[in-house]
T-cell receptor
Framework: DTEVTQTPKHLVMGMTNKKSLKCEQH?????MYWYKQKAKKPPELMFV???????INESVPSRFSPECPNSSLLNLHLHALQPEDSALYLC???????????FGPGTRLTVT | KNEVEQSPQNLTAQEGEFITINCSYS?????LHWLQQHPGGGIVSLFM???GKKKHGRLIATINIQEKHSSLHITASHPRDSAVYIC??????????FGKGTKLSVKP
């Protein structure tokens, strides 16, 4: 299984809602990543988890809260988002840090 | 100045043409990544290289560490190669710094 899955594919939420994005891989990878991509822009790194511990937080606002409950699963909890947070959220994993990354298909988030 | 610069930004080619996309970076890297993104969002890793040259099918990637420069070549281009190609500098913790991408369109 060489796949990274993300759910949901699409999400529309209001600014007062709380929602979560989910990312899963069963390749035994020990590093997982969250990226944000705005239209016609390259992805931007948000968080890196290494061995289930947060190793990089790229100064992301606290309304985005990552969680890595086990080595296969990565969540991104969303609360009180702004319309400018609307974007494609991509998850990726790699065997270890600095190895080749495998990307999921993304969750397209719209904040109304 | 961006830490990872790609050129050209847009590229239109006729089917069968040889294509080159260039990438220059100004940061220290553990590896240089080439990625492909199709409309709809899916990103596929094409190459990860830290020296020399790698080949996969019609795709070739080269890197010159001293000059901090990498190139992606596509031989015998095909319309299905149409996509955005992204160069990314990889740090030791797996953090990627992305270039702005090259939008390639191959016409039949």
């Amino acid at each position: 299984d060489t796949e990274v899955t993300q759910t949901p594919k699409h999400l529309v939420m209001g600014m007062t809602n709380k929602k979560s994005l989910k990312c899963e891989q069963h390749m035994g990878h020990r590093a997982m990543y969250w990226y944000k991509q705005k239209a016609k822009k390259p992805p931007e790194l948000m968080f890196v988890y290494s061995y289930e511990k947060l190793s990089i937080n790229e100064s992301v606002p606290s309304r985005f809260s990552p969680e890595c409950p086990n080595s296969s699963l990565l969540n991104l909890h969303l609360h009180a988002l702004q319309p400018e947070d609307s974007a494609l959220y991509l998850c990726a994993s790699s065997q270890y840090n600095s190895y080749e990354q495998y990307f999921g298909p993304g969750t397209r988030l719209t904040v109304t | 100045k961006n830490e990872v610069e790609q050129s050209p930004q847009n590229l239109t080619a006729q089917e069968g043409e040889f294509i080159t996309i260039n990438c220059s970076y100004s940061v220290g890297i553990s590896a240089l990544h080439w990625l492909q993104q199709h409309p709809g969002g899916g990103i596929v890793s094409l190459f990860m290289l830290s020296s020399g040259k790698k080949k996969h099918g019609r795709l070739i990637a080269t890197i010159n560490i001293q000059e901090k420069h990498s190139s992606l070549h596509i031989t015998a281009s095909h319309p299905r190669d149409s996509a955005v190609y992204i160069c990314a500098a990889g740090g030791s913790q797996g953090n990627l710094i992305f270039g702005k991408g090259t939008k390639l369109s191959v016409k039949p």
